[in-house]
């Protein structure tokens, strides 16, 4: 056998891949090779399958701190195989080798008398057919396979070099994918283990988390979505840097929501920042410190992309797509706003118009005396000036903690309860109420009411005012709520659910 060098691997399965189809398809392909084989599952640290009428062996010699594998292959040997090589291939698996009658095994026999009777190897029929790539130097495959009759895609890049290949799953636009070697693989395909996806949103104020679940022919059901309140831009108005406390709480509440979608079976996590990480001059070390504690790389997205996604998440999830739509999503740094029709955008822009902003800047963490309020909302409406004779438009809809929290509060909601905050309709006399409610109780107070997430009662009436003078300026009387917001836009695009 030629001298091989070892390999580092990275591979990931699924139905589809969202942005990085598009990517592949902007490649030139090479070959395309169709091959049927046998592959054994069972035991641990190696691979064996039969290809061409080779036993094909490789072992993992090396996995780094980015879930990178280095595998080695160790045997390609035809059949008859000899009684030393089957040893060694059970050997390589970590698995006690069963009797052996033969000095030699014909495939057939090899399967009867060998694999069939102890029951540790479960032989797994794979059609494959690749076509392969190279991406910034890197053996890159995108295949469509059969196993057991159960199809499935998956797509692997190689190299010795294995930060080219960290590189070249990025360019494809699959970072935040975890790695899985084929055996793995295969058996969560035959498994029937669900295919599941994590975004996390790393907001001003809250880092938010949604694994998503897609089915058989596409649609997606939520497994998990739930956020944290961790007030990233705390103090960022005053210092332009997150303070260390805020960013301890925020890398806590990222590396518990990692865990957690990696015990929900996760195949991919991707976290995306926002106005907090935007802004701050220490916003590249929060990411590294974020990295360094959980392997995430947070994805600080430019405020007009953050407002794209938010506007795919409600087209998607609310079903409009006729006539003039203006769709916003309130954080505490900004405020993105899309502007579309007919499902097309014309235009998207952000502000930095955030509740973390005005609070502390006015104080509307506590009860506030009418001018006060008065003040506050005319700088708003002064911040705002961008959205001036836009309107009216034929829909208005509102994503983000305040306005989610506002449809809450109006229902009553003593347990959140994301299908009734999804389509819900706020008109001005409503949000009017609750902002008077929020300007005349402190922060303590506006925690005993029903509906209203504790730790939002310092942002809540700054919030409910962009609301209301975002409708003011677009002459709408009512708004419609989403609680799909960025993170799943960005599970619609990227993985396509």
């Known amino acids: 056998m030629a001298t091989i060098v070892p390999r580092w691997e990275w591979r990931t399965f699924g139905a589809r891949f969202g942005v990085a189809e598009t990517r592949f398809a902007e ?36 996995v780094d ?40 095994y014909a495939l057939d026999q090899f399967l009867d008398e060998v694999v069939a009777p102890g029951g540790a190897l479960q032989p797994v029929k794979v059609h494959k057919r690749r076509v392969r790539y190279t991406v910034g130097g890197c053996i890159s495959e995108f295949s469509d396979v059969l196993a057991d009759g159960r199809p499935c895609r998956t797509i692997a890049i190689e190299s010795e070099d294995a930060s080219a290949v960290l590189s070249a799953v990025a360019t494809v636009g699959l970072g935040g994918y975890l790695n899985t070697n084929y055996a793995a693989g295969l058996r969560a395909l035959l498994d029937g283990a669900p295919e599941r996806y994590a975004v996390i949103d790393v907001g001003t104020n809250s880092v938010k988390l949604h694994v998503g679940e897609r089915d ?57 920042g926002t106005a907090g990480l935007r802004a701050a001059r220490n916003g590249a070390a929060v990411v590294e410190a974020i990295r360094a504690r959980t392997g995430i790389t947070v994805e600080v997205i430019p405020g007009e992309e953050e407002a794209r996604l938010a506007y795919l998440a409600v087209t998607a999830g609310l079903g409009v797509s006729e006539g003039s739509l203006v769709v916003f999503d309130t954080g505490g740094g900004s405020t993105q706003f899309t502007f579309g029709r007919d499902g097309q955008v014309d235009e998207r822009f952000s502000v930095q118009v955030g509740a973390a902003r005005y609070t502390e800047r006015f104080g509307l963490d506590r009860a506030v005396a009418p001018e006060v309020l008065g003040e506050a909302i005319a700088a708003i409406a002064a911040d705002l000036s961008r959205i001036d004779g836009r309107g009216p438009v034929d829909a208005l809809v509102a994503m983000g903690g305040a306005v989610t929290n506002i449809a809450a509060v109006k229902h009553a909601l003593t347990i959140y309860d994301p299908d009734v905050v999804q389509g819900a309709e706020l008109d001005r006399a409503e949000i009017d109420r609750q902002i008077e409610m929020y300007r005349s109780r402190d922060a303590a107070g506006r925690r005993s009411i029903v ?6 009662a310092e942002v809540i009436l700054a919030g409910a005012c962009i609301v209301r003078t975002v409708m003011d300026k677009l002459g709408a ?21």
């Open 27 to 62: 490649l030139t392909p090479g070959a395309v090779q169709e091959s049927d084989e046998l592959y054994f599952l069972g035991g641990a640290g190696a691979i064996a399958k039969v290809r061409a009428d080779l036993m094909d062996l490789k072992v993992l010699r090396e």
């Open 65 to 104: 701190a980015n879930g990178l594998e280095r595998w080695e292959p160790v045997m390609k040997q035809a059949f008859p195989l000899p009684a030393a090589a089957v040893e060694k291939v059970f050997a390589s698996l970590c698995l006690a080798t069963p009797p052996l009658a033969r000095s030699a």
């Open 216 to 272: 058989g022919v596409g649609a997606c059901r939520t497994v998990v979505d739930r956020a944290e309140l961790t007030r990233l831009g705390e103090g960022l108005q005053e210092t332009g840097e997150i303070s260390p406390e805020a960013a301890e709480r925020t890398a806590a509440a990222v590396a518990d929501m990692v865990d957690e979608a990696k015990r929900c079976g996760a195949r991919a996590i991707v976290a995306v």
């Open 451 to 456: 509906g209203l997430q504790p730790k939002r």
């Open 477 to 497: 009387g009512a708004l419609t709520v989403s609680d799909r917001g960025l993170r799943h836009g960005v599970l619609a695009e990227r993985f396509g659910a």
